[in-house]
């Protein structure tokens, strides 16, 4: 089988049918794994932030969520290359290579932690590796929407990013029992820590390098089933000066605005999560509850594609940043100043499942609004310049989806740091959490204005 498909027509109806739609999903279904692993390795910290004074590190609670915060700044500043990779070097081959760089924060967070000595300045450094992992989203998406008609991209690029996304709940689900215990022999996962627990009243076992070594084995069967699975298109071949024309479309940064609100407060309140548990409610175990909320935006995601396609991107769009005001404003604050757990507990579920509705929805819109956007310019011109105006905005759109994805993520950064820098002042969160109100309204008033609204100037 050739890697490379030098005829690719998703858009035509026999093509797609006889032989499109096998190869498309066969891409689909070894990049998601790929995608997810990545997931797992950039939020790894998440997890294990919150266990490193059980292993004998000791640092403030500020410096904890740094720990936190960071993968989600380098990784959202290497989507922003990421995002036009894909055309340069070829989805299976990038697929594959970015797939293999995750390895290096894995093995090298294993060895970190067997040693409680090991510096701050060195888990930083390890901390902005993982953002390896963050950077693979926005090449994966611009890959696989290559691969889809417009009618099935809500699908193709909800299924991808919301399973992709599961990886955020699994490694929160997973390292706990990872880290319990020597699983690799001490050669590897190291001699352990011990840490008394109050809340049973026993001494237990703790191997934190268990942390990075469990990914290794699953990231390097991934990479050879990307490198010997996956296929290049060869229509999709840009350059970066092809592609930098996005720059120049006011809805590439109008989306990017958007995104921020629904993948940045997904991935942002991913990274926090544990951490805000853990300093609001001292007394509750972190480890049963702080993997629920990405799991259900994660589920949600494909829910809000296959939605968006049917009800319409940014009908959807809108009403998520509404609910999304809504349930910080009568759940989770109220929560927050009356100590009451599950209420808030139930409260953030609510607002992952609408961020994964809403990181759903908007990737719908984006391929619509390019498509609509390059065929208007050419109406009436005739059956080649609208072929080549429907290429352009598959390049475009892909490019979008990409660098989107890489301003949206930085959310992912500042909402942990704002989690952070409110308790450090106020002593308790309230002030993030307004500023994000403010924000989601901000998302609101754009989407209805340019997309949602009766003669909007985009409507999708």
């Known amino acids: 089988m050739s890697h490379v498909l030098t005829h690719w027509e998703p858009e035509n109806s026999e093509f797609w049918s006889k032989e499109g739609s096998d190869i498309a999903n066969r891409n689909l279904w070894i990049s998601i794994p790929c995608l997810m692993l990545a997931f797992s390795v950039w939020m790894l910290w998440s997890v294990v932030a919150a266990n490193l004074d059980k292993a004998g590190f000791h640092f ?168 010997f699975g996956m296929n290049d298109i060869a229509s999709a071949k840009a ?97 927050l100043h009356e100590h009451q757990f599950m209420i808030f507990l139930v409260s953030f579920i609510g607002m992952f499942i609408l961020t994964g509705l809403g990181n759903g929805s908007t990737f719908c819109m984006i391929p619509i609004i390019f498509l609509t956007e390059r065929e208007r310019a050419v109406a009436g011109k005739g059956d080649l310049a609208m072929k080549q105006a429907r290429l352009d905005a598959a390049k475009e759109s892909a490019a979008v989806l990409g660098f989107s994805g890489a301003i949206g993520a930085y959310g992912g950064f500042f909402i942990p740091q704002g989690f952070g820098t409110s308790i450090k002042l106020t002593g308790a969160p309230d002030m993030a959490l307004y500023t994000f109100v403010a924000f989601y309204v901000s998302c609101m008033l754009i989407t209805w ?6 003669g909007a100037e985009m409507p999708c």
């Open 60 to 227: 403030t609670k500020d410096q904890l969520f740094f720990l936190t915060a960071l993968p989600a700044l380098s990784g959202a500043t290497l989507r922003i290359f990421y995002s036009f990779l894909v055309p340069v070097f070829g989805g299976r081959k990038w697929t594959a290579l970015s797939t293999a760089t995750l390895l290096i924060p894995a093995i090298g967070m294993g060895f970190a932690l067997k040693d409680p000595t090991t510096s701050y300045s060195t888990l930083l450094v390890l901390a902005l590796l993982c953002g390896f992992g963050g950077g693979n989203f926005s090449s994966s998406m611009a890959n696989i929407s290559f691969f889809f008609p417009k009618s099935r991209k809500g699908y193709a690029t909800g299924m991808n990013a919301g399973i992709g996304n599961l990886g955020v709940s699994v490694v929160q689900f997973l390292t706990p029992f990872a880290i319990s215990s020597a699983m690799f022999g001490a050669a590897i996962s190291g001699d352990g820590a011990m840490f008394h627990n109050v809340k049973t009243n026993a001494d237990q076992m703790f191997w934190l390098a268990n942390a990075g070594f469990i990914w290794v084995p699953f990231i390097a069967v991934a990479t050879l089933a990307a490198w």
């Open 239 to 335: 350059s970066f000066a092809d592609q930098a024309i996005i720059f120049k479309r006011k809805h590439n940064w109008l989306m990017c605005w958007l995104y921020i609100g629904t993948f940045g407060s997904f991935i942002g309140f991913s990274a926090g999560f544990a951490m805000l548990i853990k300093a609001q409610f001292p007394e509750v175990d972190v480890a049963r509850f702080a993997f629920l909320g990405p799991l259900a935006g994660a589920l949600a995601r494909p829910i809000g594609g296959v939605l968006a396609d049917k009800l319409g991107g940014a009908r959807l769009t809108f009403w998520v940043f509404v609910a999304m005001v809504a349930v910080i404003l009568a759940g989770i604050l109220p929560a």
């Open 449 to 454: 204005w340019y997309y949602s609204r009766k």
